[in-house]
């Protein structure tokens, strides 16, 4: 009978024990499963950081990639810089030309000019004398104090006596400033452009037998906008608009400047 009772003893308290023991390891585990858990979220966190370092550092890597790409870019375009004038001739009649051909902007009196073929007569443009039907050129034009303004290429054949349409299919390649802060493409659906800073110098560069043409801010070295795959069949001229007074607000004028290659 004590046998018995000594091994009941016994057997409980080693149940006791195991269970004090299994309870132990429980505790243990969770204990270890929390720290390993808030270890893992602490790597995590440090990956993502570092991970968002990394992007960081490669985005800045790529910006200065980019930039130093875009300025050797218009550093080469600037080699085909080509002497422009502003054509009287071809003049709208509230236009105001400079004596040197260099500078337009729109005026408040329709002058009494002759009304050639040449010129236009319901919008208020502008060509430049020199006509290219190949190669490449490159000129820039100092946009600075306005509010509106056109600017690119067009063809001889732009219709001169209406209202103009701007875009490719009318023979014209443009880029263009409304309202002071709206920059679009002249494209059959209008582009918005979407520029980091107002552009003061805008640069215009063709290559006729690659159907290029593109628009850079000078002062930034950054690419505006390209015209692809332009099929090219017809002299080109450059082609300027001051567009509207705006109360005064526009009347800087659009200055063919010289080119400076740092």
Known sequence: MKCVQVFTSLKESAERGLNELINTIKEKQKTTEKQA???????????????????????KTLSKEMKKLLEAELKRVQQYAVDVTLDP???????????????????YVWKNLPDNPERFSRYGAVLGKQSFSSGRFYLEVQVKGKIEWTLGVARESINRKGHIFLCPQYGNWTILLRNGNEYKAGTYSVVRLSLKSPPQKVGVFVDYE?????????????LIYSFTGCA??????PFFSSFFMGGGRNSAPLIISPVRVN
């Open 37 to 59: 858990e808030a270890f893992i979220k602490e790597l995590e966190q440090e990956i993502s950081e570092l991970m968002k370092r990394t992007v960081a550092q490669l985005e």
């Open 232 to 237: 090219f069949t017809e002299e080109l001229f």
């Open 210 to 222: 690659e159907g290029l043409v593109s628009f850079y801010d000078v002062d930034a070295a950054a």
């Open 89 to 107: 001739d071809t003049a709208y009649p509230k236009l105001i030309l400079s004596d040197d051909g260099k500078q337009v902007n729109l005026g």
